[in-house]
């Protein structure tokens, strides 16, 4: 690993030591001192946008299970073993904190963990992964958390003198299991730094601090700047085909604290036009009267809209309502200018608004924000692709990454990313894999937003991606390059398009691929036909049903001939009434029930209709690749077993408690089940805590059977699909929501004689 210059940490440490003084945080003061870094100070600082600006913060360091014989097996390497089968994955020298530990590849959660600070013969806090990661306080989400497929904590580990960690070998013969996975980023602080080792029983005020820090984050992303001495500004403009518009000129020293850009969509002729504006606009910003962009962005790609409005909320950056919102802190000492380009061939209408903050002073304390595009393609196959490559003193804060494969394989995401810090020869910061970077593992499952971290879609063979460095900013004194192997060896064939986030310390142009010309349309989508429904069940997961209207605009447009048309548009009708209610979509569900002519979307919304006309009548949807049959309170309902669609069976249920079954002939893996029951009373679905059974005897979907000796489900809650490769297709339907709520459930341990049949059942009361 490469080791920083001494004085370097000695400056960042003492100005970060300072900062707690200056703030007030932390314990109690003796004699003048500078409070103690400890664990209620650190945790307090989480969620805290204003230090991703701050270059006088602490920065990290990363150590990894990289293979450190430059081949693809990212696992099982570690700094040594020791006796009893123990291997030491860090052996970290203090002052210090960890702020962010990830690890995959247990076979559960039951792989276990040791951590033994300042040289204690014991291990101060000794655990297993699913503990430590979600499982128990102090350790639980959002700060920690089990999501697909690895393990992850931000909880601030803060030690005085040495930080060990350990856990149980991974498997070391070919084939041999487990593969362990780890990643640890860690912050060295001054040597003279004060720090209280993480305690070995928390107190009030650190427990409700680290449950504070949750709140937070969970809302975090939805919550604007409110601070008193945050002032508004905002702005209308219309921008003409080729011309450039001033959004936002202000005057300094401030921070911009939110950035909210509004475009007027009503009038764009078709939906292929609204996604050009997404990235045939282009977002500037200049500060300090600078003559270089510092900000050079296409419009949609900043606020992470690649390729068509996407609507989710991150802490730094989303969309709401078709509002854009930037809430990255943006310093400037004397001038700030915002530019938008239009680069289509329509006027576009704008509406910006700002949130600032009057600094009495300047300070160097800050950094100047920037932010650049780069995109690669096929062509560029055998080099990396390039994050952010640039000069001068800053920060990385992170970035956002669009990738798809033409090698109709997940291969390209077995790349690691780098950086090389002040030109190293050898990057100190080399991670396991492309998906392990944005705390995720194994290829991923369905789209999931986080404050910092997040898929924002997964369909075959895409993915867009962000991670946000809030609590492992990364430090670069003259110069940083931040890449992603192309796939290992750069040998995948596919597309990369990313934004990148980052800090100076002073303007500088930003490092962006805008003015190369290059194509900034989307890759085509060889599988768009068959992978239509994964791509709306992904939008739908974001909470985005006008994004998800929108896409089936878009892909109609491109396929008017498509058998289906008939069933998406009465989908689109769905998402109607998700948003407003069955009432303002009645009128439209009827009105195509009389024009359309396409059988299965008349019968589709003849169920619609029907399940509307009483609160007792539901639908039961099941979804599965092995036989299934359908039971209800001891009645059979029906029976499915087709990959390629989801089976929907109309039936009648009073208020009341009843059990729902599933009885399911074995097939080999991949298998699963997924099933969904609407009702008036809410929907029941599929879930890791279902229950099942080999072959149980008694009339077991009946609601008063006794299920307790079944084995539990387990799994986790956001699976991998249904549908997971190699089942692409699935056939369109209309019913917004059965199957982003409902999970793929299976068998967690061997099915002990395949001519058996296994029951999963759930109990449920209808209100």
Known sequence: MRFTPYIKFWLVSLCFTLSFFLAGQGCSKKDGAAPAVNLENLTRQLGDLDRLARLDAPAARIETSFDRTGKNDDFNFCLRRESGGWAVLADLKGPAYVSRFWFTGA?????????????????????????????????????????????????????????????????????????????????????????????????????????????????????????????????????????????????????????????????????????????????????????????????????????????????????????????????????????????????????????????????????????????????????????????????????????????????????????????????????????????????????????????????????????????????????????????????????????????????????????????????????????????????ERLGDFAGAADYIDSFLEKYPAYPYRGVLRLRQTGYLEKEKGFAAAKGRYEQFRSAETNAMARQMADMILWYNSSPSNAILGVYCNMRTGAYMDGRFIGEAGAPERMQFFGLQLPPGKHALALQCVYRDYPYWVQACLRTHGGDFYTSPRWKYAYAPPGNWSTPDYDDSAWIVTGGIEESKGPPVDPYIWLEPHPFVGMQTAAKGIWVTNDWPDKKEKVVFRTKLDIP
């Not at 796939?487 to 990148?500: K, N, Q, T, Y």
């Open 107 to 539: 076979e559960n959660g039951q792989h276990p963990l040791r951590f033994y600070f300042d040289n204690e013969k014991k291990p101060r806090i000794e655990t297993t992964i699913g503990d430590f990661c979600g499982g128990k306080a102090p350790f639980l989400p959002p700060l920690a958390a089990y999501e697909p497929f690895c393990w992850f904590s931000f909880v601030p580990l803060p030690f005085n003198k040495r930080l060990i960690i350990t856990t149980k070998e991974g498997g070391f013969k070919a084939g041999g299991n487990p593969k362990l996975f780890f990643q640890v980023n860690y912050c060295p602080l001054h040597p003279g730094t004060a720090v209280e080792s993480f305690p070995k029983h928390l107190s009030a005020a650190e427990s409700n601090e680290l449950i504070q820090a949750g709140i937070r984050l969970k809302n975090i992303s939805g919550t604007p700047n409110q601070a008193a001495d945050v002032r508004l500004t905002a702005t209308n403009v219309t921008i003409l085909p080729g011309q450039t518009a001033v959004v936002l000129q202000a005057s300094g020293p401030a921070i911009i604290r939110e950035l909210r850009l509004t475009p007027d969509l009503s009038a764009v002729p078709s939906a292929s036009k609204r996604n050009e504006v997404m990235y045939n606009t282009v977002l500037r910003a200049y500060w300090d009267n600078s003559g270089k962009p510092s900000v050079e962005v296409p419009l949609g790609n900043f606020f992470g809209s690649f390729w068509q409005l996407r609507q989710f909320s991150s802490a730094c950056f989303g969309a709401s309502n078709r509002t854009f919102y930037s809430r990255f802190p943006m310093p400037f000492a004397s001038a700030a200018r915002i530019e938008i380009q239009n680069g289509t061939d329509i006027p576009l209408a704008f509406e910006s608004k700002a949130s600032m903050e009057k600094l009495s002073a300047w300070t160097n304390s800050y950094g100047y924000f920037h932010s650049g595009w780069t995109k690669s393609g096929p062509q560029d196959a055998g080099k990396p692709h390039r994050i952010v490559m640039t000069e001068g003193r800053g920060r990385v804060a992170g970035c956002i990454l669009a990738v798809t494969s033409l090698d109709q394989s997940w291969w390209i995401l077995e790349g690691d990313e780098t950086m090389r810090i002040d030109g190293e020869s050898f990057p100190s910061w080399h991670g396991t894999g492309l998906e392990d970077y944005f705390n995720g593992g194994w290829y991923y499952g369905n789209a999931i937003i986080r404050a910092f971290h997040g898929l924002i879609l997964k369909a075959f063979f895409t993915t867009i991606q962000y991670r946000i460095h809030h609590t492992d900013p990364v430090a670069f004194e003259k110069s940083v390059d931040f890449s992603f192997e192309r796939g290992p060896d750069h040998a995948s064939r596919g597309f990369m398009e990313s934004v990148s986030f980052y800090y100076l310390t002073s303007p500088a142009g930003a490092d962006s691929d805008i003015s190369r010309n290059i194509p900034r349309t989307p890759p085509e989508d060889p599988f768009a036909q068959v992978s239509v429904m994964m791509a709306l069940n992904e939008l």
